[in-house]
Nanobody, 119 residues
């Protein structure tokens, strides 16, 4: 199993920046990909950004391209999301995710951290 602990988030004004971090522990050697998802009231959880654990290939949802940057530190087993030029529509609970390698591709989730952007 993998345990994920998130930090960061909070309240920010439009245009400000915030940084989220996620520390993984446990079977980190079997992590294939990590990412950040978000969910706002009445909406489904959506992917924000993902990064492959070995090659560092990234994916961003269109709405955050150019504003958010995902990075990872394999030596510390952490993944971070630098969020800039925040907008009120970025308000959501942000969840760290780890997808394991292998056929099953098991997902693990953090507890979530609230990001609120005021206009």
């Amino acid at each position: 199993q993998v345990q994920l602990v998130e930090s960061g988030g909070g309240l920010a004004h439009t245009g400000a920046s915030l940084r989220l971090s996620c520390a993984a522990s446990g079977r980190t050697s079997s992590i294939g990909r990590m990412g950040w998802y978000r969910q706002s009231p009445g909406k489904e959880r959506e992917v924000v950004a993902r990064i492959t654990w070995s090659g560092g290939n990234t994916y961003y949802v269109d709405s955050v391209k150019g504003r958010f940057t995902i990075s990872r530190d394999n030596t510390k087993n952490t993944v971070s999301l630098q969020m800039s030029s925040l907008k009120p529509e970025d308000t959501a609970i942000y969840y760290c995710n780890a997808r394991m390698t292998g056929l099953l591709g098991t997902d693990y989730w953090g507890q979530g951290t609230q990001v609120t952007v005021s206009s």
